[in-house]
């Protein structure tokens, strides 16, 4: 059935931990009916869930109902191993945050993972949290990517999970962070890789990567808790991958339960309330404040995105 809830396609962000600390597979199987009769659009299964045996249950369970799924994959062994049990195509993105590290940038690691997958007969994207650390490397990854002919580059939200938690404060990236960028990234570079599609969550990151500030596919404004929805480790549904509220466990309730919530619903009053620092802003009725998730972690801003350094 649809959710009720919801009057735009949810998308929902699952993250699935190593199998060692995993949920077991009749939870995971659980939270996947969960998905389902929630009338969930699209899901991206992030993490390591090419690692677990009951990937093949948890899919015959979501692919029947048309959810349009994305897996992340690390190309571990195990990962890719369990890429070569696929039993029909399903859209791949290889995550760089584990392929390439920031201390020692090597795409070799990269190349191998993507050949590896194209001998298995997909075509994998790229993803990568653009953190601090990985600034320095987003020029060369994208001209790499182009290279390679890579279908998709994303640029998601930054999830609050255990992969970024250590010194995430130091790490996440505000607006002079963006200014840096706008200097190595210059127009020149940015036309040179117009046909690398790439799919970017930032407002203010898309304007300065896509050339096209005008033609942008995303959602205007925080989508959080409205069509973006984040499930943790532990079955635990927040906002958005970027928003560590939780709104309680699909273990416990149905998604159509949790998204009737007051919890939910306040936090979706909050979003609808201009951040102090947006007043007088030219651009509100375009961003309507950005990220609010992550901006609620550095207080300074006024509640407005962090890659924004003041009104226009």
């Given amino acids: 059935m649809s959710n009720p809830q919801v009057d735009t396609p949810l998308r929902v ?11 077991s597979p009749e939870k995971l199987r659980l939270i996947a009916t969960r998905l389902v009769s929630g009338g969930v659009f699209e899901l991206l299964l992030d993490g390591y869930p090419l690692a677990h045996d009951a990937l093949g249950d948890v899919l015959s369970i979501l692919r029947p109902a048309g959810i349009r799924i994305t897996l ?4 571990s062994s195990s990962e890719t191993a369990g890429a070569s049990r696929l039993d029909a195509p399903i859209p791949l993105l290889l995550d760089l945050n584990r392929l390439v590290t920031a201390q020692a940038p090597n795409l070799s690691l ?27 490397l987003l020029r060369p990854l994208l001209s790499w990517a182009l290279e ?7 640029l998601p939200n930054i999830p609050l999970d255990a992969r970024f938690r ?13 200014g840096q960028l706008r200097s190595e990234l210059d127009s020149e570079f940015v036309r040179s890789i117009a046909d690398l599609k790439m799919q970017i969550h930032d407002l203010f990151l898309w304007e300065l990567l896509s ?33 560590p509220l939780s709104f309680g466990s699909l273990l416990q309730q149905s998604l159509p339960e949790l998204w009737s919530s007051a919890l939910r619903e306040q936090c979706r009053q909050y979003i609808a309330q201009p951040p102090k620092g947006c007043h007088g802003c030219a651009d509100w009725g375009i961003c309507f404040g950005g990220c609010r998730g992550l901006s609620q972690l550095h207080t300074s801003q006024s509640g407005r995105d962090l890659w924004c350094d003041a009104p226009r």
């Fill in 110 to 136: 990269s190349a191998k993972a993507l050949e590896a997958h194209r001998s298995l007969g997909l075509d994998p994207g790229l993803v990568l949290c653009l953190l601090r650390p990985w600034l320095p």
């Fill in 148 to 154: 390679q002919q890579v279908p998709l580059f994303k």
């Fill in 13 to 23: 962000h699952w993250f699935i931990p190593p199998a060692a600390v995993a949920l």
């Fill in 211 to 243: 050339g096209q500030p005008d033609n942008r596919m995303e959602y205007s404004g925080c989508q959080a808790a409205n069509t973006l929805a984040y499930i943790d480790a532990q079955g635990n549904v927040h906002p958005c991958a970027s928003w």
């Fill in 166 to 178: 250590h010194d995430f404060e130091q790490q996440i990236c505000r607006a002079s962070d963006l």
């Fill in 72 to 75: 992340v994959s690390g190309a």
